[in-house]
C-alpha cells in the first residue's frame, strides 16, 4: 500500500530555518516524481514544489522560489524541504504528494495521485 | 501563470441530489485537469484526472467533464461522507489549483 508520512513541522520564528521530511513507502520511490503542497488557515491548497523522480529538475511556486529547496534520497525513499527566511504567511499544514505521470500524447503530464497527511508549520514570534 | 477559477465557492445540497460545480482556466489546458476531494485533518484525495477519468476505487456518482477552459465535476447523488471542499488542479504548465468549493449537507 502507498504510504506518504510527512515530519518536521513545528513552531518557528520569522527568519529562521525549517527542515520537512516526508517518507515514502509501497511504490519504488526512484520511479516517480514528488511535490509538496501546503495549505494556509482558512485558504486553499497552494503548489509549492517537484523534484522529478531522479532529482534532475526542480521547480517552486514564486512564492517559495529562492527561500525553499525541494531535495530527495532515492536510496532512503525520503524527499525534504528545506525552507528558510521563513515569513508570517508561510504558516500552512504542508503536504508532500507522489506524482503519476500520462505520457500518452507524447509529452508528459503529472497528477498527484497520493498525499500524505500533512505535517503543520507555525511561523511565529 | 494559468489561473484556475472555481464556482461556487460553497455549495449546500440534500442527501440524494445532484451536484454541479465548475472550474475555468485562465486558458487552454486541454484535458490535462485533476479534481480532488479534501477532507479535515487528512491529505486531499484523486477523484477525477484527465478533465473524466475515474481514479481507480473512487465511487462512480462522482463524474467529470469538460476540455479547454470549461469543466466540471458532478455528484450524481450526494451521500453524507461527500461533504468536504473539492480542488481542481492543471497540470498542463506545472500545477495550480482553484481555490476549493466546499460542499455542505443540508
Known amino acids: 500500500q502507498v504510504h506518504l508520512v510527512e515530519s518536521g513541522g513545528g513552531v518557528v520564528q520569522p527568519g529562521r530555518s525549517l527542515r520537512l521530511s516526508c517518507a515514502a513507502s509501497?511504490?519504488?520511490?526512484?520511479?516517480?516524481?514528488m511535490h509538496w503542497v501546503r495549505q494556509a488557515p482558512g485558504k486553499g491548497l497552494e503548489w509549492v514544489a517537484v523534484i522529478w523522480y531522479d532529482g534532475s529538475k526542480t521547480h517552486y511556486a514564486d512564492s517559495v522560489r529562492g527561500r525553499f529547496t525541494i531535495s530527495r534520497d532515492n536510496s532512503r525513499n525520503t524527499v525534504s524541504l528545506h525552507m528558510t527566511s521563513l515569513r508570517d504567511d508561510d504558516t500552512a499544514v504542508f503536504y508532500c504528494?507522489?506524482?503519476?505521470?500520462?505520457?500518452?500524447?507524447?509529452?508528459?503530464?503529472?497528477?498527484?495521485?497520493?498525499w500524505g497527511q500533512g505535517t503543520p508549520v507555525i511561523v511565529s514570534s | 501563470d494559468i489561473q484556475m477559477t472555481q464556482s461556487p465557492s460553497t455549495l449546500s445540497a440534500s442527501v440524494g441530489d445532484r451536484v454541479t460545480m465548475t472550474c475555468r482556466a485562465s486558458?487552454?489546458?486541454?484535458?490535462?485537469l485533476a479534481w480532488y476531494q479534501h477532507k479535515p485533518g487528512k491529505g486531499p484525495k484523486l477523484l477525477i484526472h484527465k478533465a473524466s477519468s475515474l481514479e481507480s476505487g473512487v465511487p462512480s456518482r462522482f463524474s467529470g467533464s469538460g476540455s479547454g477552459t470549461e469543466f466540471t465535476l458532478t455528484i450524481s447523488s450526494l451521500q453524507p461522507d461527500d461533504s468536504a471542499t473539492y480542488y481542481c488542479?492543471?497540470?498542463?504548465?506545472?500545477?495550480?489549483f482553484g481555490q476549493g468549493t466546499k460542499v455542505e449537507i443540508k
Open positions: 486558458q487552454s489546458i486541454s484535458s490535462w
Open positions: 488542479q492543471q497540470y498542463n504548465a506545472h500545477w495550480t
Open positions: 509501497g511504490f519504488t520511490f526512484s520511479d516517480y516524481g
Open positions: 504528494a507522489k506524482d503519476r505521470a500520462d505520457c500518452s500524447t507524447g509529452s508528459c503530464y503529472a497528477m498527484l495521485d497520493v
